[in-house]
């Protein structure tokens, strides 16, 4: 009977858990995703929006820095498909990249770096489809040419400089590229302990003069400046042009738990600085060398350098269409705040200054601030659109905020999945933004994929904005890790398809089979091949042990898609060659016996017997 | 005898201004075929949806893509063990360039002379003209599908490459069509055989009486 009761009782309690469960669980979703998935003709909507049919192409080249994989990755938007890779500061076996002598040269000892800004070439402040600049961690910047997508010249690492992420932020015609100190040190470098921080060391803004011509990127000059960290940048244009705007963090000038350390003041600052005006000290032969650089101190030269101080801890810095808008994300507080070029030029005229750092004059912000937008938590960057749209990255809210600029108003936010970084519009920093199309380059994608295992990639939403709402249209999983991408008009990129022949002036190439073949030098072995369907012309050759041999191969295809390898068993080779190219690579043949080498790269039906030997006596 | 006599009576005649204008207009059309292709082969593969393209010149052969495409024509063939298909292998390169000059000169000899029988003479040439060329143009395809490699990578049976027309060779869809040159030298022929058709039904128009009036005084 007792054991009936203690049943009955234990019902009870069941049924009433189950009651008090139906009416009062925890919701499964936030309220604020309701909503659920989009309806059903939203989808279909968005599909064909980003469908590009087998066979058809893309609109927009995306150009999407691959972070600390050192490479940029290319996208055709709007079908987010990656058609290709650049490897810009890492070796690439798949187009042996870091390889053959040219590219090994330029790495140098470094096979690794940290991309960050994709920066395409400009003319008047629109993209101009000639080059791609990215800057690295390691004091570098890289140039790509948009004729044939390849790395062609790495700067650096530069001196004085330490963790160049403020970079590389093209000026409208493409004078300058830019970089700057993210971790202050010693200029010139020595051992100071970092207690001494706040007074020895210093951060550094370079500029990187670009040859109007041919690209090739020389460092120009240097600026001193106080250590704070240089986080991002954007060269001013149109009203603004002239001028370059880099965010910083840390002017506290805190060391150890930078988290806590450098989150202390509610405004940092915004550096503006005036190159054309540094151009002229340069030019009057203002500065002081230092480790081979003309680097000028702003105390000695006044008016080089103003400090606008932005709330708090600000990281993109952004210069509207028009040039007089200037647009600082606090990514710690939940406003990005717009200054004006003409208040801030202003400013500088009457002296209406609250202060200095280093001698630099900082301006009264209540002077130069136009608006504080409340887009939301954790602004990080804004792009821009047509019709003074912007658009503002919300990390901590996980959200692209939409507004506009003039009058201010925040009118629609777009959930991104997850934490948005940079955001990049369709022609987005440029002085005529597209619009159409706008890509949230996530850092996290907590599996709205096929789980790959911990590392995870990384999501590019594409987002369309050619409407009041904007609309999530795709999801992309990205190479780690975009930073920052660029999107320019398909048409305004013309690349080569071979390299023509007339246009090889390799010292080593050799076009005709009859003149391929091996010279000897002393030690040194030159081997001249010729690669075509479907031989690897000389089909073997023979060394000595210890000699120093070249291995110069040519591509004698002029048909498009015609690649060939050169790769060579256990010696570390591997060259892949375009139609029209000639590759050198060279070594010491240190292992003596037979070694295979082949064409790696599938080119033909009879590409299994593109091979032959080296004989290492 | 009679019948000689008269058909050398009808050579001597002159042939009248209409008559050398059509020579004239031949002898122009014959003069494009410099600047024009005679012939062209195009083949298409999955690989290759825009197609190789080859054109054929009296003097030349021009690869399409820039001269590319001839070299990739040559890059495939040579998989199947076919020669180069380089200006050096065509002798007729050499000498029909100047053959159909000595045409065009001998056409205007007509038209200058006036005379039937220097019409009925490069009438007469120039269809033997023709017709060696077609000969010639189909043996050359012939050896070129024939002549291939013992030792190639990929042995195919001798074909016949198309030579009007279109046919599937391997995975090559290859056609085969004159191009404006012939059609120029086409419309030559016509002219010219126009010309003599022409001249000779004028000849039997005023003939008659002639014929008629000689039996009747002999």
Not at chain 1, 59 to 83: A, C, D, E, K, N
Not at chain 1, 318 to 341: M, R
Not at chain 1, 533 to 552: H, I, M, N
Not at chain 2, 116 to 142: C, I
Request: glycine fraction near 8%; aromatic fraction near 10%.
């Amino acid at each position: 009977m007792e054991s009936q009761r203690l049943h009955a009782w234990a019902r009870v309690l069941i049924l009433a858990a189950a009651a008090a469960a139906a009416t009062q669980c925890t919701p499964s979703r936030p309220a604020s995703r309701a909503g659920g998935a989009a309806v059903q003709s939203d989808l279909a909507v968005a599909a064909q929006a980003t469908y590009v049919a087998p066979g058809d192409l893309d609109q927009y080249y995306m150009f999407s820095s691959g972070g600390h994989s050192g490479q940029i990755y290319v996208y055709g938007l709007p079908s987010m498909r990656h058609l290709s890779t650049i490897p810009v500061f890492t070796p690439y076996p798949a187009t042996g990249y870091g390889f053959d002598d040219d590219s090994k040269k330029m790495l140098g000892e470094l096979t690794w770096g940290d991309a960050h800004h994709p920066a395409l070439s400009e003319t008047k402040g629109d993209y101009d489809g000639r080059w791609l600049f990215i800057n690295e961690m390691n004091g570098r910047i890289a140039r790509i040419d948009l004729r044939d997508f390849k790395t062609k010249q790495i700067l650096g690492p530069i001196p004085n400089l330490h963790g160049n992420h403020a970079s590389s932020f093209v000026t409208p015609n493409s004078e300058y590229a830019m970089m700057a100190t993210r971790f202050s040190r010693p200029v010139p470098n020595r051992p100071v302990g970092v207690d001494r921080y706040a007074t020895e060391y210093k951060g550094i803004i370079a500029g990187i003069k670009i040859d109007p011509a041919s690209g090739e990127m020389s460092l120009a000059w240097q600026l001193l400046m106080p250590p704070f960290d240089y986080d991002l940048g954007d060269a001013g244009k149109n009203a603004s042009d002239g001028w370059m705007f880099f965010t910083s963090y840390n002017t506290e000038r805190a060391t150890g738990k930078l988290e806590v350390t450098a989150s202390q003041r509610d405004r940092d600052y915004i550096a503006a600085v005036d190159w054309r005006a540094v151009e002229r000290a340069v030019a009057s032969g203002a500065g002081d060398m230092i480790d081979g650089v003309r680097v000028i101190d702003p105390q000695k030269v006044p008016g080089l350098v103003f400090l606008m101080p932005c709330g708090k801890s600000p990281h993109g810095v952004d210069v509207a269409p028009n040039g007089n808008w200037i647009v600082g994300s606090g990514k710690l507080q939940g406003v990005t705040t717009v200054f004006n070029f003409e208040k801030v030029q202003t400013a500088i005229k009457n002296k209406d200054f609250t202060g200095e750092e280093d001698g630099i004059p900082v301006l009264k912000y209540e002077s130069i601030k136009d608006a504080e937008v409340p887009v939301g938590l954790g602004p990080l960057h804004t792009q821009f659109g047509t019709d003074d749209w912007a658009y503002t990255s919300l990390f901590v809210d996980s959200a692209i905020a939409k507004w506009k600029l003039g009058t201010w108003e925040v009118v629609d936010k777009a959930p991104m999945s997850y934490s948005i970084g940079h955001l990049a519009a369709a022609e987005g920093d440029t002085v005529s933004p597209d619009g159409n199309y706008l890509v949230g380059l996530n850092k996290l994608s907590h599996g709205r994929h096929l789980s790959v295992g911990p590392s995870q990639p990384e999501s590019s939403q594409l987002l369309d904005i050619t409407e009041e709402k904007m609309k999530l249209l795709y999801d992309a999983f990205t190479e780690p890790e975009p930073h920052y991408a660029q999107i320019i008009k398909a048409d305004k990129v013309k690349p080569i398809e071979v390299y023509p022949k007339e246009e090889n002036k390799h010292p080593l190439a050799v076009w005709d089979i009859n003149q391929a073949g091996v010279t000897r030098q002393g030690n040194r072995v030159t081997v001249k091949m010729v690669a075509v369907r479907s031989t690897l012309t000389p089909t073997d050759f023979e060394v000595a042990a210890g000699d120093q041999v070249t291995v110069a191969v040519t591509n004698i295809e002029q048909t498009t898609d015609e690649l060939h390898g050169f790769g060579l068993l256990d010696y570390n080779i591997n060259l892949v060659i375009d139609p029209g190219e000639t590759k050198t690579v060279t070594f010491t043949a240190k292992k003596s016996g037979v070694f295979a080498f082949y064409c790696t790269n599938f080119c033909s039906a009879l590409h299994q017997e593109m091979q032959g030997y080296m004989v290492v006596k | 005898m009679q019948r000689l006599a008269r058909t050398n009576r009808f050579l001597d005649q002159t042939i009248d201004v209409r008559t050398r204008l059509m020579v004239l207009v031949a002898a122009a059309l014959l003069l494009a075929t410099y600047f024009l292709p005679l012939w062209n082969l195009t083949m298409f593969a999955p690989q290759y949806p825009d197609g190789l393209r080859l054109d054929i010149y009296s003097y030349t052969l021009v690869g399409g893509n820039n001269g590319q495409d001839i070299k990739e024509i040559n890059v495939l063939n040579h998989y199947i063990g076919m020669r180069d298909l380089v200006n050096e292998e065509f002798t007729e390169f050499q000498w029909m360039p100047f053959v159909i000059g000595a045409l065009g000169l001998l056409m205007l000899r007509a038209v200058v002379h006036a005379t039937v029988a220097a019409l009925v003479d490069v009438t007469m040439l120039f269809v033997y003209f023709g017709a060696f060329s077609l000969w010639s143009f189909g043996y050359k395809l012939y050896r070129y599908g024939h002549d291939l490699s013992p030792t190639a990578a990929v042995q195919v049976p001798p074909f016949m490459p198309p030579m009007f027309g279109g046919q599937q060779i391997a995975n090559f869809e290859v056609y085969s069509y004159p191009r404006a040159a012939s059609y120029a030298m086409a419309g030559t022929i016509v002219l010219l055989l126009a010309a003599l058709a022409w001249t000779w039904w004028q000849a039997r128009r005023a003939a008659p009486r002639d014929a008629i009036a000689g039996p009747a005084a002999s």
